[in-house]
C-alpha cells in the first residue's frame, strides 16, 4: 500500500536549519506531487509548499521564501523539506502529503506521520 | 488567495445524532477542489471527501460532503464515538493551499 514515512522528531536551537525527510512506498515517486504542510501545537494546519519529484520543481508559499528549500532524491524515493534560520515560532509537526492526480492540485493522500520540530534555546 | 471559514469552531452532540459542519470560501471557484479531512490527537490528517461530495476510499456512507456556491457542507450521520475529533476544509485548487481553521466536534 502507498506510504510515506518520515524521519524522527528534531530539536533545534533558534538560528540552525532543519532537514525533514519523507521516504516513500507503493508507488511511483515521479508520478505524484509531494507537499509540505506544518502544524503548531494547538493550532491549525498551513501549507508550505510542493515539490514536483519528476523535474524537481518546487512552489513556496510566500511566508516561507528564501527559508525552505524542497528536495528529492529519485533512486531512494525520498522526498526533502529543508527549513533555515529557525525561529522558536517554528516550533511544530512537519507533515509530508501525496497529492493526487499527477498534478500539484490534487487532494491530499496519503500524509505521513508527522515529524514534530521543537525550536528552543 | 481563498481563505476558508470554517463554523461553529466547536460541535458537541450525542452518539447516533447528525453533525453539520460548514467552511465558507470568500471566493467563488467553478471547480470543486475542496477536501475535507477528519484528525483525531496525535495523528496526520485523514481524507474523507475531495472533490466537495466525493467520499474517499473506505470512508464509510455517514460521511457526506455538499456544496452550494461558496459554501461547503459535511455532514456526518448517525454520529459514533469514534468521530470526535477536529475537522479540517482544505481548498487545493490554487496557490496558496489554504486550510479552515478546523471544528472540533465532541461526542457527548
Known amino acids: 500500500q502507498v506510504q510515506l514515512v518520515q524521519s524522527g522528531a528534531e530539536v533545534k536551537k533558534p538560528g540552525a536549519s532543519v532537514k525533514v525527510s519523507c521516504r516513500t512506498s507503493?508507488?511511483?515517486?515521479?508520478?505524484?506531487?509531494i507537499h509540505w504542510v506544518r502544524q503548531a501545537p494547538g493550532q491549525g494546519l498551513e501549507w508550505m509548499g510542493w515539490?514536483?519529484?519528476?523535474?524537481?520543481?518546487?512552489m513556496y508559499a510566500l511566508r516561507f521564501q528564501g527559508r525552505v528549500t524542497m528536495t528529492r532524491d529519485t533512486s531512494i524515493s525520498t522526498a526533502y523539506m529543508d527549513l533555515r534560520r529557525l525561529r522558536s515560532d517554528d516550533t511544530a509537526v512537519y507533515y509530508c502529503?501525496?497529492?493526487?492526480?499527477?498534478?500539484?492540485?490534487?487532494?491530499?493522500?496519503?500524509w505521513g506521520q508527522g515529524t514534530l520540530v521543537t525550536v528552543s534555546s | 488567495e481563498i481563505m476558508l471559514t470554517q463554523s461553529p469552531d466547536t460541535l458537541s452532540l450525542s452518539p447516533g445524532e447528525r453533525a453539520t459542519l460548514s467552511c465558507r470560501a470568500s471566493q467563488s471557484d467553478s471547480s470543486s477542489y475542496l477536501a475535507w479531512y477528519q484528525q483525531k490527537p496525535g495523528q496526520a490528517p485523514r481524507l474523507l471527501i475531495y472533490?466537495?461530495?466525493s467520499r474517499a476510499t473506505g470512508i464509510p456512507d455517514r460521511f457526506s460532503g455538499s456544496t452550494s456556491g461558496t459554501d461547503f457542507t459535511l455532514t456526518i450521520s448517525r454520529l459514533e464515538p469514534e468521530d470526535s475529533a477536529v475537522y479540517y476544509c482544505h481548498h487545493y485548487g490554487t496557490s496558496p493551499r489554504t486550510f479552515g481553521q478546523g471544528t472540533k466536534l465532541e461526542i457527548k
Open positions: 515539490i514536483n519529484p519528476n523535474s524537481g520543481g518546487t
Open positions: 502529503a501525496r497529492a493526487w492526480g499527477g498534478t500539484s492540485r490534487g487532494w491530499f493522500d496519503p
Open positions: 507503493g508507488y511511483t515517486f515521479t508520478d505524484y506531487y
Open positions: 472533490g466537495a461530495s
